[in-house]
């Protein structure tokens, strides 16, 4: 079993709708939580941690929930540049190593 | 304010050949990471380095090392390349390497071994 997983895609979905990510983690001593975006051919870059108060970000919440070890991202009013990978990400007890999941790719249409 | 860099950006090389990746973090930041991203995937951790110490290592096998210079510099030596090897390095930068810090990552390295 993975240690991230995510549903890889694609979701297909018109400019302005909602899209919702979901990732499960099966390490239960995984202490922090980041959703990084990955435009194609480039580096990751991070779109925002993860708490599980939630938080939100513009048109993006995220939501941590220990108890059932998932992460979602939720985007509102999806805009042609969000296309690209949203990769779900979770550390490792010790020392800083990400532990990614395979990514979901988002691709908004006209 | 430049942000992590690294060098080369494309490399092809030959089954059973050596290849050397470079780093720059980004000024200040003492901790480098490398990950190695294979196409479809998400990326994957080699090493961690903070104040020239191996602080972590993941999976991979001895073909793989890398060091850190005094300057925080990185350098990802593979030896031995195998097809399978070809993929996109990444080096990632944070201050100081804590566990909540964010990762700044650099544009890649391709490497393409025929």
């Known amino acids: 079993r993975k240690e991230v997983e995510q549903d890889p895609g694609p979701f297909n979905v018109p400019e302005g709708a909602t899209v919702a990510f979901n990732c499960t983690y099966s390490?239960?001593?995984?202490?922090?939580f980041f959703w990084y975006r990955q435009d194609c051919r480039k580096e990751p870059k991070l779109l925002m941690s993860?708490?599980?108060s939630g938080n939100e970000d513009g048109r993006f919440t995220a939501q941590l929930n220990r108890a059932s070890q998932y992460i979602s991202l939720l985007i509102r009013d999806s805009k042609l540049s969000d296309s690209a990978t949203y990769l779900c990400?979770?550390?490792?007890?010790?020392?800083?190593?990400?532990?990614f999941g395979t990514g979901t790719r988002l691709l908004v249409s006209p | 304010d430049a942000g992590v860099t690294q060098s080369p950006t494309h490399l092809i090389k030959t089954r059973g050949q050596h290849v050397t990746l470079r780093c720059s973090p980004i000024?200040?930041?003492?901790?480098v990471s490398w990950y190695q991203q294979v196409l479809g995937q998400g990326p994957q951790f080699i090493f961690q380095?903070?104040?020239?110490?191996?602080?972590g290592r993941g999976n991979f096998p001895d073909r793989f090392s890398a060091r850190q210079f005094p300057n925080y510099s990185s350098e990802l030596n593979v030896n031995a390349l195998l097809l399978g090897d070809s993929a996109l390095y990444l080096c990632?930068?944070?201050?100081?390497?804590?566990?909540?810090?964010?990762?700044?990552f650099g544009p890649g390295t391709r490497l393409l071994v025929l």
């Open positions: 000024s200040g930041h003492k901790s």
């Open positions: 390490n239960s001593a995984s202490q922090s």
């Open positions: 380095y903070y104040e020239k110490e191996e602080r």
């Open positions: 993860v708490y599980s």
């Open positions: 990632a930068s944070s201050l100081a390497g804590g566990l909540g810090e964010t990762q700044y």
């Open positions: 990400v979770v550390t490792s007890t010790g020392f800083q190593k990400l532990v």
